[in-house]
């Protein structure tokens, strides 16, 4: 059985993710430009990572960012764990794969990410939080999200040893009680008070996440287009701080 890669919670990681989801590297540099690379990480998505490539990720990286590769490989055992020892080779912070895709392909990425770059955390996405019981019902999962949760991660930490999953902050407090403090909890879908929605379905506020049990939270347009982006971080880096007992 692969062994739990590493506890991934450290006091150092930033808490806050922004997603850069942009359509070139000029538009994510300079947003990332005006964020301050102590205090958050970056997201790298499908959209920019094709556009632009790996040299875009070296270019963050450069700036001091610790970078979160998303592309949420989701395909034969074999594949996959090339793809992600190919990113791996980047050192990346974080990347991820779809738990869906089942424990051979998930072992299978974790090997690859341990024998290539110890440090980067390998996460498993459960069920997108653009994702309700009628979407999983749609493809023929008669279970609710959260069951399909709990499933998921099951397979991924207890069985995978992967660090850590992507989920909604809805299902983060019964996470964290079942699987301990040492996996790291990624939450997308996070929205200030009063903000829009957006595409998400299954969304929270910063604070809520964050008493929930999540370790790191994926913000994306409360930031990225806001008038001041770097007003806009600070106040949520201060939310999650209040949240978090700081």
Do not use: Y
């Not at 919670?9 to 000029?26: G, K, M, N, T, Y």
């Not at 499933?151 to 995978?160: E, K, R």
């Amino acid at each position: 059985m692969t062994e739990r890669m590493q506890n991934v919670s450290q006091p150092s990681d930033p808490r806050l993710i922004v997603a850069l989801d942009f359509p070139d590297a000029r538009a994510a540099v300079d947003l990332a430009g005006r964020l301050d690379s102590r205090h958050c990480a970056v997201k790298v998505g499908f959209e920019l990572f094709v556009a632009e490539g790996p040299a875009l990720v070296e270019r963050l990286q450069e700036m001091g960012f610790r970078v979160f590769l998303d592309l949420k490989f989701h395909d034969i055992p074999n594949t996959v764990g090339a793809a992600c020892r190919a990113a791996a080779r980047l050192g990346v912070w974080m990347l991820n794969v779809h738990a869906g895709g089942g424990l051979e392909m998930m072992r299978t990425a974790a090997d690859a990410v341990r024998a290539v770059s110890p440090q980067s955390r390998l996460i498993a996405v459960t069920v997108l939080t653009a994702t309700d019981a009628a979407t999983l019902q749609s493809v023929g999962v008669d279970r609710s999200p959260d069951e399909q949760v709990m499933l998921l991660a099951d397979l991924a930490i207890a069985q995978g040893g992967l660090d850590g999953l992507v989920c909604s902050a809805l299902e983060a407090e019964r996470l964290r009680r079942t699987l301990g403090p040492a996996p790291c909890l990624v939450t997308p879908g996070i929205r200030p008070a009063g903000a829009g929605v957006d595409d998400q379905k299954r969304i929270s506020t910063p604070a809520a996440a964050i008493r929930a049990g999540a370790s790191h939270l994926v913000v994306g347009r409360p930031i990225t287009r806001a008038p001041d982006p770097a007003q806009a971080a600070a106040h949520l880096l201060a939310e999650i701080e209040t949240a978090s007992g700081g």
